[in-house]
């Protein structure tokens, strides 16, 4: 028993003027679009068909970054660029006073521009007022900082050396990497103790403001 073909020529016939057919209802919706007849699309549904995706990055780990980074920079710039010119306290000198110029000039200024409203990272900052008491006093602590990651570092090498027993060998050289995290985490340090006194100094006189208003 033979089967019947089905010969698609018959059910999808078309004429030459079917090829040339415009759905004009589409065309007038297209010339005349614009922002208010567009349908609204979601910012997610565009990023399927582009493929660009925004990466965030917070503010708190972008500023970490900066402060990372200059300190770094002056270790490099000044404790190695200078330590074959000056001896160890003229070196440590110049060092601190160049940190703590950094941090006023340019590292506090820079968190400062990241910011959307004033005073919004002061939190990041040990003196975040600008004018010339700051800037005398970043320098001030600068010298405090340096002395607490030079302290870090005699740590380490002590315990080395007696774990060791080797109390010739340097274990850990100052470098710009390291001695930028180290200078981080101090300052980091230092910074938090200072908002957790200013905290508790404002939440003790909204207690005692709320307790003479009763």
């Known amino acids: 028993m033979s089967k019947k073909r089905n010969n698609p020529s018959n059910e999808n016939k078309r004429t030459e003027a079917d090829y040339y057919k415009l759905n004009t209802d589409a065309v007038d919706r297209l010339v005349n679009a614009n922002a208010s ?30 402060k990372f980074w200059f300190n770094g920079a002056a270790c490099f710039f000044f404790f190695w660029g200078l330590g074959t010119y000056l001896n ?44 010339l008491p700051s800037f005398f006093l970043n ?26 027993g080797d109390t010739d060998a340097l274990f850990l050289g100052v470098e710009p990497i390291l001695f930028g995290l180290f200078y981080l985490a101090a300052d980091m340090l230092l910074i938090l103790i200072k908002n957790t006194f200013i905290k508790i100094f404002k939440d003790a006189v909204a207690k005692q403001d709320h307790g003479v208003k009763k």
Do not use: C, W
């Not at 000198?93 to 910011?115: C, K, M, P, Q, S």
């Not at 001030?140 to 060791?164: D, G």
């Open 37 to 66: 007849t567009a349908p609204k699309v979601s910012d997610e549904e565009i990023r399927k068909y582009t493929g660009k995706r925004k990466i965030h990055i917070p503010s708190s780990l972008k500023i970490l970054f900066i």
């Open 139 to 164: 320098i001030v602590y600068a010298f405090v900082v340096l002395a607490m990651v030079q302290y870090v570092y005699n740590l380490i090498n002590v315990t080395a050396m007696k774990i060791t």
């Open 88 to 131: 160890s306290i003229d070196l440590l000198f110049v060092f601190a006073v160049a940190l703590g110029i950094l941090t006023d000039v340019l590292e506090n200024n820079l968190i400062r521009f990241l910011e959307k409203t004033p005073g919004e990272f002061n939190r990041y900052m040990m003196f975040p007022r600008k004018g």
